[in-house]
């Protein structure tokens, strides 16, 4: 049996300050950037240094921790009342990953019964660490309640990276994947390159030849012929929300995976902690879908490779609705062919 790492971890709070690992440096080069002020933390989730609703939600907390340094240093007993901008404007940094404002929320609740007069940091930087802490934790459980849904000798699919770069580590859709390889259960890994930002084959890709597991890239349009070879088992991928009814936003391209795994016979996963469930939206229907700038579909390493001024779309998430969906995977349980009664089961 291959013994699988986890030890990938692009989040760090260091010396007082957090530290991201570069996503958009990867695998070329592993560059760490630091910051102590919540704005540029925003700007970083808005630019994609730190990506994947999980790591982008625990991200955020710590930039509370900032947040609120920067709020006592100027405004002491009135600290409270100045944090509304900055928390204003890390919540609009990305708009689909529902965790990013679960943490924020979670945060705010819990400086609410925080004294006035005294400096918030330490109290907040140890709560954000507990969100950082449960999420690895979360991710873990879901690896194996994951895993035991693979029978022997797999072969899975997955799109984007929902692994250690996109959690607190280990991964969501990657923690399924590290578990079920560990236990024998899974024999080879594809991975779509995921355009515009190649996060398959930048990211995911990466982090699996770092642990040792077998994977193909292959480009999205590859998938149907793949699984028309009656090779592919499942399909693993992450989430950036779920509704109450069970669909799921993911990124753009999952939806066509699953449609294309309902005419082959393929099973679809979907692995997310519960704080990507949005319990209070209804549907799909209603999650806001991230518009990011044409000119990532336009250039490719900052090379043009479309007509200058041509128009393109470019949505980062699509919604595939509960229908298509074998199981959602939280490390509150598994639900199996998810519906709003199917996922009141976890809903505590
Ligand atoms: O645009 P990104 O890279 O933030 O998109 C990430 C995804 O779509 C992931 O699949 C999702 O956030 C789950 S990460 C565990």
Sequence with gaps: MTKTNDGIQAIKWLDNKLYLLDQRCLPDKQLWQIYDEALDVSKAITDMVVRGAPAIGITA??????????????????????????????????????????????????????????????????????????????????????????????????????????????????????????????????????????????????????????????????????????????IIVGADRITANGDVANKIGTYMLAILAQYHGVKMMVVAPSSTIDWQLDSGDDIPIEQRAVTEVTTLQGQQIAPEGIAALNPAFDITPAELIDAIVTEKGVILSPSIEAMRAIKV
């Design 61 to 234: 907390a710590y930039a509370v921790v900032l947040a609120a340094r920067a709020a006592w240093a100027s405004h002491k007993i009135e600290w409270k009342q100045v944090m509304h901008t900055p928390l204003k404007q890390l919540a609009a940094s990305r708009p689909t990953a529902v965790n990013l404002h679960w943490a924020i929320e979670r945060m705010t609740l819990f400086y609410a019964n925080l004294a006035d007069d005294h400096s918030p940091e330490v109290e907040l930087l140890k709560e954000a660490k507990r969100i950082h802490q449960e999420d690895i934790a979360a991710n873990h459980t879901m690896g194996r309640l994951g895993a035991e849904l693979l029978t022997e000798n797999s072969s899975v699919l997955t799109h984007c990276n929902a692994g250690a770069l996109a959690t607190g580590g280990f991964g969501t859709a990657l923690g399924v994947i590290r578990q079920g390889y560990s236990e024998g259960k899974i024999k080879q890994v594809y991975t779509d390159e995921t355009r515009p930002w190649l996060q398959g084959s930048r990211l995911t890709a990466w982090e699996l030849n770092h642990d040792n597991i077998p994977v193909i890239l292959q480009i999205e349009g590859a998938a149907a012929s793949l699984m028309a070879t009656g090779e592919l088992n499942w």
